[in-house]
């Protein structure tokens, strides 16, 4: 090429746009996958919202609105979910050799796997803004305003990194998609329930309440509920923020051991 | 002889996996603009050093160079001169022929706009102009392995490598394939091949390594190891060379392997 070569950044740029780009593309061409990913948070917080709150108002919710509880548990095993199942493209590419073939071009190897982070953020995003719209249209009211809203996104980017990383990490130890699904479902549905997603720890068992409270998944619900429900609480939302960083670390550590092994 | 001009320098390449060796020091140049063929049985060694040539496996010992730069000192900059065509089916069968091409283009940083025009470009020369908004997954198989083709292609790659190019296709899409690979190498891309059909070699390469167990049998022009070995095909000359003179008998010894 006559023309000047793309520096570094430029480079990362424009392979990420690619990689983004053709992410996109696919669930676009896939539109069962984007009814489903509108319609299932909706399922959650209205299925949920109304499944439990006769016996939830019996019980010491507080704040005693369960759908305004259940609204943060919504967005974050919305968010659970997405990035749980988000890594297994990476593993058909494996299968079908397409991700070998990436390996090949100049493109640096983490864009591959950064794309994908940003590909997921950007679609739980999307999610977690409709299930915060719908819930202002049946009445959920934010104590800390629309900025709360976007707190809530932020700290669901944060939680979100990491089981994106856990499963991307996931496929690359694999050896085929088959086993992937099976081990994704069976670890989903228990980290859930031993969460704040659906009921809050005072009222779980102490040895339900004790796994709960090892569960990060827990601290983002906890944020989210303070900021929907009581407002701003600065130190408790940077206790959040350190735990959550420590956990991303962790699951990246993880996934970076797989990657290694897995892409050479 | 070591040229800055070759467009591959392969010396004494050699690769081991744990106690088998996959290639025992193999040896051979690919001049610009022509096309080779590595040719073996299954397990030859072929893909090995192919995978090396492309940066994906670290030789044991020996030397590997694409236009002038050693595959282990400089990966990512050889990265940018090979364009490699694997043997899976490695189009995204949910993409469309253009947006396969824009991918691969932004994978090797071409700019938005020089990336356009020359997936237009290559879209025309690959006879997919009509197609360019089709999936490749409706794509006839034919035109699926010219859009793969195509995609190695995006960067303008010194050499391009082609696995197994033609597996699959039937007589009319191979011979199809065979005139556009003779169009590239017009362009100034030297290409390397791995092929099982003789009958391919034959017709279109214009040199043939022989391999087998990890060792080059022989290397020539095809009609120069047809003379040599006094045979009339090329697949003559591969058994004679590979002493696979009997493929349908199994030694003794292997039927007996518990």
Redesign the interface.
């Known amino acids: ?1 006559t ?1 000047a ?2 520096g570094l950044a ?2 990362l740029w ?2 990420h ?3 983004f ?2 992410w996109l ?2 669930l676009r ?2 539109r069962l996958a984007v009814l489903a990913l509108v319609a299932q948070p909706l399922v959650w917080l209205l299925l949920f919202g109304h499944l439990f709150a006769r016996m939830a108002a019996d019980a010491a919710i507080p704040g005693s609105d369960y759908l305004r509880y259940v609204t943060a548990g919504a967005v974050v095993m919305t968010i659970f979910n997405a990035c749980l199942e988000g890594g297994v493209e990476l593993l058909f590419d494996r299968e ?3 991700l ?8 640096h190897r983490l864009a591959i796997v950064t794309s994908r982070f940003a590909y997921l953020a950007a679609l739980t995003g999307a999610q977690s803004v409709v299930i915060l719209a719908a819930a202002y249209a049946l009445g959920v009211r934010f104590a800390s305003g629309l900025g709360g809203a976007a707190a809530c996104l932020a700290i669901g980017c944060l939680f979100g990194a990491g089981i994106t990383a856990l499963s991307v990490g996931l496929a690359f130890s694999l050896r085929s998609h088959a086993q992937f699904f099976p081990i994704v479902t069976f670890a989903g549905l228990p980290l859930t329930f031993a969460s704040s997603a659906l009921v809050p720890l005072n009222l779980m068992p102490a040895w339900l309440a004790t796994l709960a409270r090892l569960n990060p998944m827990t601290y983002a619900i906890d944020s989210l509920q303070g900021l929907i429900m009581h407002g701003w609480q600065p130190g408790s939302l940077a206790g959040t923020a350190a735990v959550l960083a420590g956990f991303d670390a962790c699951c990246l550590g993880l996934a970076a051991l797989a990657l290694r092994r897995g892409m050479r | 002889m070591t040229g800055r001009s070759d467009a591959v320098v392969v010396s004494g390449l050699t690769k081991e996996f744990g106690a088998t060796r996959a290639l025992d020091g193999i040896s051979f140049r690919v001049s610009p603009g022509e096309i080779f063929a590595l040719l073996g049985p299954n397990g030859a060694g072929k893909t090995t050093a192919m995978r090396i040539l ?3 496996l670290r030789p044991t010992a020996g030397v590997a160079r694409v236009a002038g730069f050693d595959v282990t000192e400089r990966p ?1 900059l050889v ?2 001169l ?1 364009g ?1 065509v ?5 189009a ?1 069968p ?2 469309t022929a253009r ?1 396969n091409l ?11 706009k ?1 990336a356009r025009a020359r997936v237009t470009e290559l879209l025309q020369f690959a006879g997919l102009a009509g197609h360019a908004n089709r ?1 490749a997954a409706d794509l006839s198989g034919g035109m699926r392995r010219k859009l793969e083709l195509a995609m190695g292609l995006v ?2 790659p010194a050499v391009l490598f082609l696995d197994e190019p033609t597996l699959g296709l039937d007589i009319g899409a191979r011979r199809s394939l065979w005139a556009y690979v003779r169009d590239i190498r017009a362009g100034g891309t030297s290409v390397l091949l791995t092929t099982h059909y003789l009958e391919e070699a034959d017709a279109l390469c214009d040199r043939v390594a022989i391999i087998d167990h990890g060792l080059i049998m022989a290397c020539d022009t095809p009609a120069a190891l047809k003379a040599a070995h006094g045979a009339s095909s090329l697949d003559d000359v591969f058994l004679a060379a590979t002493g696979q003179d009997m493929p349908d008998q199994l030694p003794a010894d292997q039927l007996v392997t518990s």
Do not use: C, K, N, Y
């Open positions: 090429m023309v070569e793309a430029e480079q424009l392979e746009r690619a990689l780009g053709r593309a696919r061409r896939e079908s050799g397409f070998i073939r990436m390996l090949a071009t100049p493109a | 492309l940066t994906l990512s990265r940018g090979v490699w694997p043997q899976e089916r490695t995204d949910l993409l947006e824009v991918f691969m283009a932004g994978l090797h940083h071409l700019r938005p020089a999936l960067h303008l």
